[in-house]
């Protein structure tokens, strides 16, 4: 093959991340090299898959040459390795958009999320999919050629070693497709040897939906792998190892959590392999996140990331969906509306759900796993999905007041059959995090009570709230909202509070116009056994985690402010009376109110607007103490 190395040819730097990323791989960060040729194998039968479908409307791109495949070779004595496919090319300016990157929308968030530690670092590459770059592992230079297939076209020349920058030029290549030369470093010649590199591409390509050759003993190219589809072949033939290596080719990374293989048959007739993966993808929130669904047609690859079978909350699920009834030419717009994909989504989510269902009672080690992973994103089924709500709703799971680790998780069905007598209401709390809302003073009396309590620590629980408003007939209660309703169980405090909500009447109303511009109302509480006071919301406002939450994302928050309420048996509380009986319009008391609310504020998980004067009173406080333990 000659090089034409005309005015075409040019010399360009890589990007930032993409130059961080061949760092690593060419210090062997990842610790499984032999995934390069997974990727590059992998590559060409997606560059297949590509001319296979646009020659559904354009049969003439194909020519003469109408077998799609790969081929492999290897040169012991240049030390070479070439993986060549015949499929759709690439144009000059797709060189240079597409070889060696990244997802566009993961670069950035991977390069950020390097931690300089070699281990985990090297996950991570695997997390975010080695492609292209994976080649350097191994290589001292990569050379590719490329024409993209159709009338006219122009070959272009790639070449790096992987360093800074690369060449790039026209050429001369008579054929269409793309052919990918790896130059192998002096320590890694084991892959230009025949035996090694075919065990490879058995163990990583077997199922590869096209034929791979690969030249035999005799120099005869043979065909190495197995060309029937995976997700066409009976589930006892294959391995949990075949599996998981289906999995790694479509992106995933790790060992799945489950995977759901399946056939459908009579009315319509599709086959499935749907995989649940055990870590969340980088992409899960981001907005130009990817559904991981593959669409074929008899055999026929139509479209990546089919957002049409799952809804957005079964986003996470990948896997390869083949249908005997939809049409070679279907178009996104055309599935949109389609009632065989409505029909197929319908019974494709009942299974994941199923499975996860199952996953839930059998095995609860792993569905905590999964959960962990993945239970913010499934939530969003509840609102969107009204259809598989209460299967949703099963699903749930939380942490509570009884939980002792983040991985001791509780079911709403759970809760309620573990529901103490006379509990009228399924309790909860909103927070951060688990460390804040365990320290919360509203617990304190569902503490000395026994009654569970949900930390509902996702952002999106407290959209849950509405959605759910009741299960099983019991209605979620916010244990920092409203009035305190315990039934039963609260009937004796409920007796003693009225005996102290006389005493403390003045005090009350002085406190509140101290906080006039801070506070609704004061009131005596129940809620407290050991804090002298707290912040809550009333029934209907926002509570603080959620107006936090509104501001973050730039929300109009409407103004409004909490209750602060006080426990008529604590010290504290009982002492500010002593000072109010002196004289109601005490400066001490004023300062000293204030800094309850700011306590109250900041065990509820915020902050006082007057960082200063809160710290300037503590230490007057302390001061004051100081002087009277040295006198």
Known sequence: MAENQSDSSQRLGFQTEAKQLLQLMIHSLYSHKEVFLRELVSNASDALDKLRFESLTNSAILGDDTELCVRVKVNETAKTITIADNGIGMTREEVIENIGTI???????????????????????????VGFYSAFMVASKVKLVTKRAGEGRTAVVWESDGQSDYAIAETDKETRGTEVTVYLKDDETSYAEPYNVRSIIKKFSDFIAFPIYFPNEKGHDEVINQTKPLWKRPPLDITSEQYEEFFKQLGGFDKPATTIHSKAEGILEYSFVLFIPSKAPFDLFLPERTHGIKLYVKRVFIMDHCKELFPEYLRFVKGVVDSE?????????????????????????????????????????????????????????????????????????????????????????????RMREGQKHIYYISGESREIVEKSPHLEVFRDKSIE???????????????????????????????????????DDEKQKDKVESTYKKLAERIKNILSDTVKDVRVTVRLKDSPCCLVSDEHDLGPFMEKMMKAMGQDVPESKPILEINGFHPIVENLQAVYDKDPKSPLLDEWVKLLYDQ??????????????????VNELLLKASKEAAA
């Open 600 to 617: 109250a504020l900041i065990t509820g998980g915020g902050l006082p607007k007057d960082v200063t004067g809160y710290a300037k009173r």
């Open 325 to 417: 009834d939809l049409p070679l030419n279907v178009s996104r717009e055309m599935l949109q509306h389609n009632p065989v994909i409505e029909k197929m989504k319908k019974t494709l989510v009942a299974k994941v759900l199923g499975k996860l269902s199952d996953m839930a009672a059998s095995e609860p080690a792993g569905f905590a796993a999964f959960w962990d992973q993945f239970g913010p994103v499934l939530k969003e089924g509840v609102h969107s999905d009204y259809e598989n709500k209460d299967k949703l709703v099963e699903l749930l799971r939380f942490q509570s007041t009884l939980s002792d680790t983040k991985d001791d998780l509780v079911s709403l069905k759970q809760y309620v059959g």
């Open 103 to 129: 997802a566009r929308s993961g670069s950035r968030a991977f390069v950020e999320s390097l931690t300089g530690d070699q281990k985990l670092d090297s996950n991570l590459i695997g997390q975010f999919g």
């Open 453 to 491: 309590v949900l930390y509902f620590l996702d952002p999106i629980d407290e959209w849950l709230v509405n959605d759910l408003y009741n299960y099983d007939g019991k209605q979620l209660r916010s244990v920092a909202k409203g009035d305190l309703d315990l039934g039963d169980l609260g009937a």
